[in-house]
């Protein structure tokens, strides 16, 4: 595609569901990140993919949160059993080369998340 | 671990003025070092990035950004500002090679804010 395109750009949910926010990266880009950014604040990393593989996991807060890319390209971000607190800005980036290769990275829209 | 440090939360510049956002970071290695720009309700949109070779660097929209090792800083700076500059700037930094601390870690964000 264009740019990279996130799903559902706006997801009002109410706590203790499970959500599930997708990322359909720049095709043909290796490297995809997932961060979370509050507002006015700056994104906080919490994971990222080389082609299928998860490379880093550190940044996600809890057990609740998981992410994959089976196939290499589109990407899922699932919070079980949502928090109040897990509201906030979810933004997903693709980089044409592996990380190592220092790409810059798009940045899609992003999916707001609200927990009620 | 690495970590990005933006000092100044906002920054105040007349029209045609010179502008300073300010970065200082830390990784273990050698760093490299990214600019990213966001405008209201938009994703982030990459400005330059310093990887090897001369410490000041030169990106989109007439900044440009300048590397000191010695002090572990990577300034933006514009010479004369434009109203069209006031927005979110981010500052990241990644640590150099393929190893597992290769993240993209962002600072916590300077607002810029220009007047006519």
């Known amino acids: 595609g264009a740019g990279v395109s996130q799903s559902p750009r706006y997801k009002v949910t109410k706590r203790g569901q499970d959500v599930a926010l997708r990322c359909d990266p720049i095709s043909g880009h290796v490297s995809l990140y997932w961060y979370r950014q509050a507002l006015g604040q700056g994104p906080e990393f919490l994971t990222y993919f080389n082609y299928e593989a998860q490379q880093d996991k550190s940044g996600l807060p809890n057990d609740r949160f998981s992410a994959e890319r089976p196939e290499g390209s589109i990407s899922t971000l699932t919070i079980q059993r949502t928090e109040q607190r897990d509201s906030a800005m979810y933004r997903c980036?693709?980089?044409?080369?592996?990380?190592?290769?220092?790409?810059?990275?798009?940045f899609g829209e992003g999916s707001r998340l609200t927990v009620l | 671990a690495q970590s990005v440090a933006q000092p100044e939360d906002q920054v105040n510049v007349a029209e045609g003025n010179p502008l300073t956002v300010k970065c200082t970071y830390s990784?273990?290695?050698?760093?490299?070092l990214f600019w990213y720009v966001q405008y209201p309700n938009r994703g982030l949109q990459f400005l330059l990035k310093?990887?090897?070779?001369?410490?000041l660097v030169k990106g989109s929209y007439g900044f440009e950004a300048e590397f000191n090792k010695s002090q572990t800083s990577f300034h933006l700076k514009k010479p004369s500002a434009l109203v069209s500059d006031s927005a979110l700037y981010f500052c990241a930094v990644r640590a150099s090679g393929y190893s597992s601390a290769s993240k993209i870690i962002f600072g916590s964000g300077t607002r810029l804010s220009i007047r006519p």
């Open positions: 310093y990887i090897t070779g001369d410490n």
């Open positions: 990784v273990s290695g050698n760093p490299y």
């Open positions: 980036a693709s980089s044409q080369v592996q990380v190592g290769d220092t790409g810059e990275l798009f």
